[in-house]
């Protein structure tokens, strides 16, 4: 059973073809021009849109080659493409993409949530995934905390009252000065930073209330004062954004233990962009073994936006429900189906 997984959600475009039978990966692209779009200081839709139609047919191609399969109905079964949420232009790239071969081919097609795709994207690290388990999704656009029940099941706990975690680096990254996106960068800094400097000069939001939510909106605020003042200048911008990170780690690890907890569930999946994070993985471990808790996440490739976990979610969602019909829309604001 052989899927063609296509993501064009935001500014990557990835293939992927996935075993859904042998639950192996045979083979994945993922082509990223952030060169593009960091002059600007952030993703540009339209660029992010011609993109994807200049990258998606020959990558397509690509991986067919690189499986050593033929692009044809004769051996590729279902073809899955993320329908939302991300950016309109690059998603109706590819959901279109996606109903052409389709029809062409005379194979079934499912358009996939990115986010059902970030939550099941552990499993193709670990195919001996637990359920139920807590799920934190960590990106540029999402902080949430799910209870996942199965591959297909998931309810919502709590999410970000504002910014995301993601956007959150990004932004304190161009109050530092530093080019878009910031995040790795930061990252670095935190793994190398003394701990105590400076000494929680940034507020935890929320994180001493017992509720699952994040608020990241005045964290960045607090950054921007603290930047403006006179002790700011006896801390480098290194140590400065280490404590960012710092402050947000502890937020997003605090709220997703508190869910293990409350739903006397001992294993948490961290995935998103930001799961990438070394520094998180760091703290993620350290707490995890102080608390008791089993803490899981993603290959590095697949933390990122990757076409592997859209042909995953798009299996479960297959076997689940079937194809999807061709007057299946983009939307660029798609929810987790919950329940």
Known sequence: ????????????????IYDARERRLLSEKVS?????????????????????????????ESVHEEAGVAPDPETINLIAATRGPGLIGGLLVGLGCAKALSLG???????????????????????????????????????????????????????????AAGELLDKVGRLLGLPFPAGEIIDGWALEA?????????????LNRDVLEFSFSGLKTACLYFMRSEEAKK?????????????AVDCLLGKAFLACRTQSIDTLVISGGVASSRYLHREAGKRAVKEGFNVTFPDPNHC???ASMIALAGWYRFEKSGPDDYDLDCD????????
Not at 1 to 16: F, Y
Not at 34 to 48: N, Q, T
Not at 194 to 206: A, C, G, I, T, V
Not at 235 to 247: D, F, K, M, Q, T
């Open 105 to 163: 081919w005379g194979v079934p097609y499912v358009g996939v949530n990115h986010l059902d795709g970030h939550l099941v994207s552990a499993i193709l690290t670990n195919d001996m995934l637990p359920y139920p388990h807590i799920a934190l999704i960590v990106s540029g656009g999402h902080s949430e905390i799910y209870k996942a029940n199965s591959p297909t099941e998931y309810f919502l706990l709590g999410e970000t009252r504002d910014d």
């Open 235 to 247: 801390y480098s911008r290194e140590s400065i954004g280490a404590e960012v990170l710092r402050a």
């Open 1 to 16: 059973m052989l899927v063609l997984g296509i993501d064009t959600s935001c500014d990557d475009t990835s293939v992927a």
């Open 194 to 206: 003394d701990p105590e400097e400076p000494p929680q000069k940034f507020p935890r939001p929320l």
């Open 32 to 60: 990223s021009r952030m060169e593009l779009h960091a002059r600007y200081g952030g993703v540009v839709p339209e660029i992010a849109a011609r993109q994807h139609l200049e990258l998606l047919l020959p990558m397509i």
């Open 332 to 339: 660029a604001s798609l929810m987790v189906s919950t329940g």
């Open 304 to 306: 990122t936006d990757n």
